[in-house]
C-alpha cells in the first residue's frame, strides 16, 4: 500500500474484510519536519482514467509521527515504512534521521511529487541534487531507503543510477505525472492548486516503460525496484513484474476498491500455478524482447 492511499494507517480499518496480512509493506503518507494543513480543498478530483491529487502534503510533523502515530500501528501484521518529504535537503536529512531509530522497516524519499517552490522545479529535475539528497540520508540512517522517481525528467536511467552510486536500498516509480483540470463554466481549476498529480491507470503505460528501463540499471547492482502506476487487477501487477519489478505497490485503486489487494494476490497465485512457476521471482524481468 503506497504512501498517498491509507493516511497513516487507520482509513481502512474499519473496512470489512480489510486486513493488513494481504499486503507486504505499508507506507505512511508524506511526512514534513513540520506539521502541515495541505492546500486548500478541492485536493482530488476524477478523471477518465484516473485522479488527479493536489494534497500539499498534509502531516501532523515528525515528531507526532514518531511519537504518536508508531507505536499504536501494529507492525507485527505487516511492514511499515515511511515516507519523507521536504523541502531543503537539511528538513529531508532532519526527518530520516529521526525515523532511523524507529520501528519502520524502511525509509521513501519522496523526491518527485509535484508541489508549488519557490523556484518552479521539482527536486529530482536536478540529478545531481537528487542524489545529493540520497547521498545525505543514506549517511543518516541504517535502514533501507528507497527513493521515489517520476517520469517527467529526460533520462530516468541517468537519474536511476545516480541515487545508486549515492547508496539507495531501492528505487520505487512512478510517481504521480503531473497535470491539471479546468471547469469549463467558472474557467478556474478543478482544484485548489492549478498544477496537480496524475495517477490511476491512465499512467501505468508510462510506468511500465520506466520500469523496464530502470531495472535493467538496477539488477546488476542488486538494487530492487517497486513497480507502481495504475495498478487495480492481478493482471497489471504481473504485467509490472515482467517489466523488472521486485514488488508492486497500489495506491489509487484502493480508492475504487479497499478490498483489491486481496484479489491481486488470489490472481497471481492462479497465474503462477497455470504457467508452473513457483514463486514471483520468476516473474521479475521475464520479458522475452523481439527477435
Given at each position: ?6 493516511g ?18 505499508v ?9 502541515r494543513?495541505?492546500y ?55 526527518v ?45 540512517t ?23 552510486d ?7 516509480l ?23 498529480g ?27 525496484v ?21 514488488v ?10 479497499p478490498l ?8 497471481i ?6 504457467h ?11 520479458l522475452?524482447?523481439?527477435g
Amino acid at each position: 500500500m503506497l504512501s498517498g492511499s491509507n493516511g497513516f494507517g487507520n482509513t481502512y480499518t474499519r473496512i470489512e474484510g480489510f486486513s493488513y496480512q494481504d499486503v507486504g509493506a505499508v507506507f505512511l503518507n508524506g511526512t514534513t519536519l513540520q506539521p502541515r494543513g495541505g492546500y486548500p480543498p478541492h485536493r482530488l478530483a476524477e478523471t477518465a482514467l484516473g485522479l488527479l491529487s493536489a494534497t500539499g502534503w498534509p502531516n501532523p510533523g515528525v515528531d507526532a509521527v514518531v511519537n504518536t502515530i508508531l507505536p499504536a500501528f501494529a507492525t507485527e501484521v505487516t511492514h511499515i515504512c515511511a515516507n519523507v518529504c521536504g523541502f531543503t535537503i537539511e528538513e529531508y536529512v532532519e526527518v530520516t534521521r529521526r525515523f532511523d531509530d524507529t520501528s519502520v522497516a524502511a525509509i521513501e524519499l519522496n523526491l518527485s511529487c509535484p508541489r508549488d517552490q519557490a523556484d518552479g522545479n521539482i527536486f529530482d529535475d536536478d540529478l545531481e541534487h537528487s542524489a545529493r539528497i540520497v547521498a545525505a540520508c543514506r549517511a543518516v540512517t541504517t535502514k533501507p531507503l528507497i527513493t521515489k522517481l517520476s517520469a517527467h525528467h529526460a533520462d530516468i536511467r541517468a537519474m536511476a543510477r545516480r541515487c545508486i552510486d549515492a547508496g539507495t536500498s531501492a528505487l520505487s516509480l512512478i510517481n504521480t505525472v503531473p497535470g491539471a483540470a479546468i471547469n469549463i463554466e467558472s474557467r478556474r481549476s478543478v482544484l485548489g492548486q492549478l498544477s496537480a498529480g496524475l495517477s490511476g491507470a491512465a499512467i501505468k503505460p508510462i510506468a511500465i516503460l520506466n520500469v523496464m528501463q530502470v531495472a535493467e540499471i538496477a539488477r546488476p547492482y542488486g538494487v530492487a525496484v517497486i513497480g507502481q502506476g495504475g495498478v487495480r487487477t492481478p493482471e497489471d501487477a504481473i504485467e509490472f513484474m515482467i517489466a523488472g519489478a521486485d514488488v508492486v505497490g497500489v495506491c489509487t485503486g484502493l480508492y475504487y476498491d479497499p478490498l483489491v489487494c486481496t484479489k491481486i494476490n488470489a490472481g497471481i497465485a492462479a497465474y503462477l500455478a497455470r504457467h508452473h512457476l513457483s514463486g514471483v521471482a520468476q516473474l521479475t524481468g521475464s520479458l522475452h524482447t523481439q527477435g
